[in-house]
């Protein structure tokens, strides 16, 4: 991959009602040259608008990727992947980083009635996990608007070390960072 192409990587941070949303755009180069805001509702179902909010405010055509570091932010705040997708007109890519059952056991425990069943709606929607090695790490990846193959090499080219998308662990340090002085505030 060319190193002036372009990732957002989007990560949150939250400790209230309302999770901070990081966006890091970084080339592949490892350069890293915008930031932006949002926000979503803990155990809320917004984040995926959030996440479009903050791609629109970016006003970036040169990004050329979307990372997200997860699928369920916020407490069960499920990412609609495809939509996202839809409205960016970008490729999607979601980046976990444990091992899990999935999301189905956990949405029961927590919710039930129209609440499980939207999350569950959503969530059945979103395309399989692949188990991908980087570097030294195994990540878990669902994508969207592009294929596997093209997917598995986004994730590896943006991350030239560990198992962290370069974009992803700014966008982190990026969010954690606007949540504690917003807590300062």
């Known amino acids: 991959m060319k190193p002036g192409v372009r990732a957002l990587g989007v990560a949150e941070s939250y400790r209230g009602p309302t999770s901070t949303l990081g966006g890091a755009v970084a080339r592949a180069s490892r350069v890293v040259d ?6 979503c509702t803990v155990g809320g179902l917004d984040a995926t608008d959030a996440i479009a909010d903050l791609f629109d405010s970016l006003d ?3 990004v050329r990727y979307v990372f ?5 932010l916020a407490w069960y705040n499920v990412v609609d ?3 996202l997708h839809r409205h960016i007109g970008r490729p999607v890519v979601s980046v976990t980083f444990e091992e899990s059952p999935g999301l189905r056991d956990a949405l029961a425990a927590e919710f039930e009635g129209e609440e499980l069943d939207r999350r569950t709606e959503i969530f059945d929607r979103q395309p399989p996990r692949e188990r991908l090695r980087v570097n030294d790490q195994t990540v878990f990846v ?9 997917a598995r090499d986004a994730v590896r080219a943006f991350t030239p070390e560990g198992g962290r998308p370069e974009p992803l662990r700014v966008a982190r340090l990026a969010a954690r960072a606007a949540d504690d002085f917003r807590r300062e505030e």
Do not use: H, N, P, Q
Request: hydrophobic share 35%; charged share 40%; aromatic share 8%.
């Open 34 to 39: 915008g930031f932006a805001y949002e926000t």
């Open 60 to 62: 970036r055509e040169d």
């Open 68 to 72: 997200v570091a997860g699928i369920a």
């Open 81 to 83: 992947l495809r939509r």
């Open 142 to 150: 669902r994508s969207v608007g592009l294929d596997r193959s093209e």
